[in-house]
């Protein structure tokens, strides 16, 4: 199974990354894709996927947080990176009007931007969407002939976000956010619409750890460890069996990305 949304750059895995990757492999994961929120953050992501090669991948973005960093020679940072062989897809890029760290115009100036660059580039979309679907969804809508792929990670919107991103063709990931009692709930009535060639999972460790794990871990760091239990989840909730499911994810994380 492939975790589509690993921050394994943050600073909360510096004193034992390897062990955390060496305990996903135990478990059962077979590769992951490395989130690049920034310029520098995008840099050490393709980076950190050298070091794991035909089981760690990259992706080169800004983040809606950090779009109120970002000027135009950024963008071309963004575009060598994509050269290398590691990274597969342009993002994490979108829109957050949850937190607005950045303002709304040049949160929406910076996605455009970077739909703008995978469509030249012909190479996926990894998306970030909160609290935004309407604006968001009006950015992206001229660009989805133009990209090869799309994808909308750690999906949590209402039930008509969902449908018109299913309409658009988009692949769906599912986070631990499925496995919240409090928080989760739509996701959980939701994640049986989504179509087996549509459907991804991830864990977007270090945050968001299932919060029905049990025993429960001593430590709130979310591990890509972690994503059979997420695999576990989608499958009773879609009433399927979970090989069903990774085997599914798995075959659209490949296809998405282009990774042999």
């Not at 929120?37 to 035909?54: C, G, I, K, R």
């Not at 969902?162 to 988009?170: Q, T, V, Y």
């Amino acid at each position: 199974m492939i975790d589509i949304g690993v921050n394994l750059t943050s600073t909360r895995f510096d004193k034992d990354r390897d062990a955390v990757v060496a305990s996903a492999q135990q478990a059962g994961v077979t590769g992951m894709l490395l989130t690049g929120t920034n310029l520098e953050e995008s840099e050490a992501a393709a980076d950190l996927a050298t070091h794991y090669p035909a089981f760690a991948y990259a992706t080169a973005g800004v983040h809606p947080h950090d779009a109120k960093s970002v000027d135009p020679a950024d963008l071309t940072v963004i575009r060598q990176l994509a050269q290398r062989a590691e990274v597969v897809a342009i993002g994490e890029c979108g829109l957050d009007f949850n937190r607005d760290f950045s303002p709304r115009p040049q949160q929406e100036a910076v996605f455009d931007a970077q739909l703008a660059l995978a469509a030249e580039l012909s190479m996926p979309v990894f998306m970030h969407c909160r609290d935004a679907h309407d604006r968001w969804f009006a950015i992206l809508r001229p660009w989805l002939d133009k990209l090869p792929a799309a994808v909308l990670h750690c999906f949590t919107g209402d039930d008509r976000a969902l449908r018109e991103c299913l309409d658009a063709g988009l692949y769906i990931g599912v986070t631990g956010w499925v496995c919240d009692e409090r928080r989760g709930q739509a996701l959980q009535q939701q994640v049986s619409w989504i179509p087996d060639d549509r459907l991804m999972i991830e864990t977007d460790a270090p945050y968001l750890q299932p919060r029905d794990i049990r025993p429960r871990p001593k430590s709130s760091r979310n591990e890509p460890k972690y994503l059979p239990h997420i695999a576990q989840t989608v499958a009773r909730l879609r009433q399927q069996p979970v090989e069903h499911v990774i085997d599914c994810t798995t075959k659209n994380t490949l296809r998405c990305f282009s990774i042999q």
